[in-house]
């Protein structure tokens, strides 16, 4: 599957933003998908996803309760709303899919569960 991330941007700490994960020639819905992100001098980090058929949602500790994803199953997207942003969530953010199997929940949380990678979209939080 063909993934692409938007929605990155700069924005002031306590602001908003949205990304969109879109994707192309398959029903989204039936891929479980993962936000990461990459900040400079640091490991990816997992953020958010969501499994594949389901509205079930995991989260990193660190967005729970500012980060929400979600599915937009008739226009083959999945988002990623960013609320109460800061400084530290300045990274490049990555959506990723599985199709394959039916992972269990802790899997969704290892980029080595998703085959398929979008581009990336930074984000700039400023303090």
């Known amino acids: 599957v063909q993934l692409q991330a938007s929605g990155g941007g700069l924005v002031q700490a306590g602001g908003s933003l949205r990304l969109t994960c879109s994707a192309s020639?398959?029903?989204?819905?039936?891929?479980?998908v993962g936000w990461f992100r990459h900040a400079p001098g640091k490991e990816r980090e997992f953020v958010a996803a969501v499994r594949k058929g389901q509205t079930t949602t995991y989260y990193a500790d660190s967005v729970k309760g500012r980060f929400t994803i979600s599915r937009d199953n008739e226009n083959n997207r999945v988002y990623l709303q960013m609320n109460y942003l800061r400084p530290e969530d300045t990274a490049v953010y990555y959506c990723?899919?599985?199709?394959?199997?039916?992972?269990?929940?802790?899997?969704?949380?290892?980029?080595?569960?998703?085959?398929?990678w979008g581009q990336g979209t930074l984000v700039t939080v400023s303090s």
């Open positions: 990723a899919a599985t199709g394959t199997g039916n992972p269990i929940s802790s899997s969704y949380f290892r980029p080595s569960t998703y085959p398929s």
């Open positions: 020639g398959v029903p989204f819905r039936t891929y479980g």
